[in-house]
């Protein structure tokens, strides 16, 4: 028994250790889903008009519906599209019949389409309040001189457009805009690996206890001695 103890001890204690992250990993899941399903009811509730008074934390993705008249002047955004390739967001400016300007993502253009007309005059917009992330570490600073974004930058652009620094994301206008595809706020690019981090640690925890049982047995036919 003795010969054992030791890789018995730390087998156990190892495996348990895996198996508890694990199990949190998948508690940490059912929290971020949780998270995400009330998101994506916020992203499908009732439109309401522009709020007056803002709040980023309590209003994003809010449904909105504008009226008023888009303007021609247009900022563009580098992105990828899957199955798409490299293109443009393009956010331009919006006033509202109510006299307030913000700005509007309009949605993707091919990165060829660059330098196409844009549609400009009176529209009713339906989309989402955005706060978006897209700046880190790596990513270059805008080149507003060729107008070349690469990153929504919402108080950069709204200096550009003469705009309250407010982003909605359009997911229909009407009338529609020839030639750009719309793309509204969704859950999906919220990162939830929580999943694979769970198997991934239960996975461990099933090595260590094989890998502990080859040293036990070790141990037991002394080729360890």
């Given amino acids: ?43 499908a509730g009732k439109a309401i008009p522009l709020p007056r008074v803002i709040s980023p934390t309590q209003q ?16 563009y955004v580098l992105v990828s599209k899957k ?32 330098s196409s007309p844009r549609y400009a005059g009176p529209a009713t917009l339906n989309g989402n309040l955005h706060w978006p992330d897209d700046r880190n570490s790596s990513t270059p600073e805008n080149d507003v001189d060729a107008n070349t974004w690469f990153a ?24 529609s805009d020839p030639g750009v595809t719309p793309l509204p706020v969704d859950s999906a690019g919220i990162p939830n690996d929580h999943l694979n981090y769970a198997i991934t640690w239960y996975s461990l925890a099933v090595v260590w206890l094989f890998m502990t049982g080859v040293w036990i047995r070790r141990r037991l036919t002394g080729k360890d001695d």
């Fill in 83 to 114: 199955q798409v390739g490299a293109g443009w967001r393009l956010v331009s400016a919006f006033s509202t019949a109510d006299g307030r300007r913000v700005l509007v993502d309009r949605g993707f253009v091919p990165v060829d389409q660059k």
């Fill in 60 to 75: 994003r993705y809010q449904p909105v519906t504008l009226t008023g008249e888009i303007e021609a002047d247009t900022l």
């Fill in 152 to 175: 929504r930058d919402l108080g950069q652009m709204a200096e550009q457009l003469q705009t309250e620094p407010l982003l909605v994301v359009t997911r229909d206008m009407s009338p």
């Fill in 1 to 43: 028994m003795k010969r054992i103890l030791a890789p018995l001890v730390i087998g156990l204690a190892g495996a348990a250790i895996l198996v508890w992250l694990g199990t949190w990993q998948v508690q940490r899941l059912a929290w971020k889903q949780a998270i995400l399903s009330e998101i994506d009811a916020t992203i």
